[in-house]
T-cell receptor, first 111, second 115 residues
Framework: TQLLEQSPQFLSIQEGENLTVYCNSSSVFSSLQWYRQEPGEGPVLLVTVVTGGEVKKLKRLTFQFGDARKDSSLHITAAQPGDTGLYLCAGVRVSGSRLTFGEGTQLTVNP | DAGVIQSPRHEVTEMGQEVTLRCKPISGHNSLFWYRQTMMRGLELLIYFNNNVPIDDSGMPEDRFSAKMPNASFSTLKIQPSEPRDSAVYFC?????????????FGSGTRLTVV
């Protein structure tokens, strides 16, 4: 069983559409992060959220940390082909010190 | 800053051979992590170091895997002997540890194929 469950695992949409990716857990996290990974490269950090209910925006990307700090979501508005990639959530549990990754959501945005 | 540097980028080796993967973390970062990524299991933490000291190696699959960090600017992950099931992409990441806002910088990875 994965500590962090991401859904959906795969998402293929047309340019201009909106989408939301979810990251859920039964554990409480002191922080949650979102990374994007492109083929042949390592994951690149997009954002870190640390406060329950926190919302952060990065251009067309909106990240939210759940009130109970057990879940997070990533919303992309008007997706573009350049958004294509593997989106990974990762968290540090309140009781832990290591960053654990979800399995990722593979997003494909078709022109 | 050159980022986290891993070498080699690709490695193809025969079963039973020794494989050594190398990593140079970002200067000033005091934590270093080795991850393995496969389609089946995603990103798995193998081991991490803090101030060159191994802190948690519970993710190391078995005794065939070993990791060292002789100084703050260099780490190795060794597999001996290698097996086909070790085929994966191995990532090194470094971070300035502290608090909840861990910010990891990953290298570009080493794609290992054991035939």
């Amino acid at each position: 069983t994965q500590l962090l469950e991401q859904s959906p695992q795969f998402l293929s949409i047309q340019e201009g559409e909106n989408l939301t990716v979810y990251c859920n857990s039964s554990s409480v996290f002191s922080s949650l992060q979102w990374y994007r990974q492109e083929p042949g490269e390592g994951p690149v950090l997009l954002v870190t959220v640390v406060t329950g209910g926190e919302v952060k925006k990065l251009k067309r990307l909106t990240f939210q940390f759940g009130d109970a700090r057990k879940d997070s979501s990533l919303h992309i508005t008007a997706a573009q082909p350049g958004d294509t990639g593997l989106y990974l959530c990762a968290g540090v549990r309140v009781s832990g010190s290591r960053l654990t990754f979800g399995e990722g959501t593979q997003l494909t945005v078709n022109p | 800053d050159a980022g986290v540097i891993q070498s080699p980028r690709h490695e193809v080796t025969e079963m039973g051979q020794e494989v050594t993967l190398r990593c140079k973390p970002i200067s000033g970062h005091n934590s270093l992590f080795w991850y393995r990524q496969t389609m089946m299991r995603g990103l798995e933490l193998l081991i991490y170091f803090n101030n060159n000291v191994p802190i948690d190696d519970s993710g190391m699959p078995e005794d065939r895997f070993s990791a060292k960090m002789p100084n703050a600017s260099f780490s190795t992950l060794k597999i001996q002997p290698s097996e086909p099931r070790d085929s994966a992409v191995y990532f090194c990441a470094s971070s300035l540890a502290g608090g909840a806002k861990w910010s990891y910088t990953f290298g570009s990875g080493t794609r290992l194929t054991v035939v």
